[in-house]
């Protein structure tokens, strides 16, 4: 006699938050420039620092992707970071579909000097990836705080916050150093910077800095220079990202005796 024996195995993965990829790009004295990102998988949140100085008008970001019902345009993150003509602002979109991406990024207004920080961000929820969202500017200081003084980032789970900053540093604010002229320390762990990109021909320099966060409650990012200059004018954005949800699998082991 022959019985048919079934094992069921279940386990839990959770789409642990990562950067996948990072860039950098700046443009001078124009009212648009791009930025290549790369070959992009399907399912990652493409995170996107645009920082300006000089210019007007409202900026728009997209990347000509339209396949698999994608829209070319990117969705802004809550709203401008400005202070004294310098920017900070946060832009997304999730992939549908693996593709190369250039990154188009243009205002309606007068021509600004850009700098440009991409992130492409793994195990990101795709439905609803973004938490909660802070600005701050500082007119005339050494660093800047995302969020001010007095509030912080509210933890909802795993996530991954992601901040990026402009200043009006003429050139490389490390003084002819090679690393970033940035530091950067958060209220539950240290930040790590992702990418700097100085705009040496014109003003502006912009970082974009992460961490991965699974304990505590509140958080925020304070960046500045590592030089101990002062005097300059920062704009700053920063976003919590949510972890993707918990998917159950199950493996079936069968046998007969």
């Known amino acids: 006699m022959r019985t048919l024996l079934l094992l069921l195995l279940s386990s839990t ?3 642990q938050l990562s950067l996948a990829a990072i860039s950098a790009c700046a443009g001078n004295n124009t009212t648009s420039t791009t930025c ?7 399912d ?9 100085i000089g210019g007007s008008g409202t900026t728009t970001v997209s990347d000509g992707v339209t396949a698999n019902g994608e829209s070319s ?7 401008d970071s400005t202070t004294g003509g ?8 999730v992939s549908k579909g693996t593709s190369s991406r250039t990154l188009t990024i243009a205002t309606g207004g007068a021509a600004r ?4 920080t991409p992130n492409v961000v793994a195990g990101a929820n795709t439905t609803t990836p973004i938490d909660q969202n802070f600005k701050n500017v500082i007119g005339s200081g050494a660093s800047v705080r995302c969020p001010a003084t007095g509030s912080d980032f509210t933890r909802t789970g795993n996530e991954m916050i992601i901040g990026t900053a402009t200043t009006n540093a003429s050139g490389n604010p490390v003084g002819g150093g090679a690393s970033p002229g940035f530091a950067d320390a958060g209220s539950t762990g240290t ?4 990418s700097y990109q100085p705009n040496g021909n014109c003003c502006t320099a912009g970082t974009s800095s992460y961490q991965y966060i699974t304990s505590g409650t509140s958080y925020h990012w304070t960046i500045g220079f590592t030089s101990g200059s002062t005097g300059f004018t920062f704009a700053c ?5 949510k972890e993707a949800p918990a998917v159950a699998r199950r493996r079936v082991i069968g046998g007969d005796e």
Do not use: D
């Open 73 to 79: 345009a990117y969705t802004q993150i809550g709203t």
């Open 86 to 93: 310098v920017m900070s602002s946060l832009w997304y979109k």
């Open 44 to 52: 990652k949140l493409i995170v996107v620092g645009v920082g300006a």
């Open 13 to 15: 993965a959770y789409g």
């Open 237 to 241: 954005s920063a976003v919590s990202i």
């Open 191 to 194: 930040f790590t910077i992702a």
């Open 36 to 42: 290549a990102v790369g070959v992009v998988a399907v």
């Open 113 to 116: 000097s850009w700098v440009i």
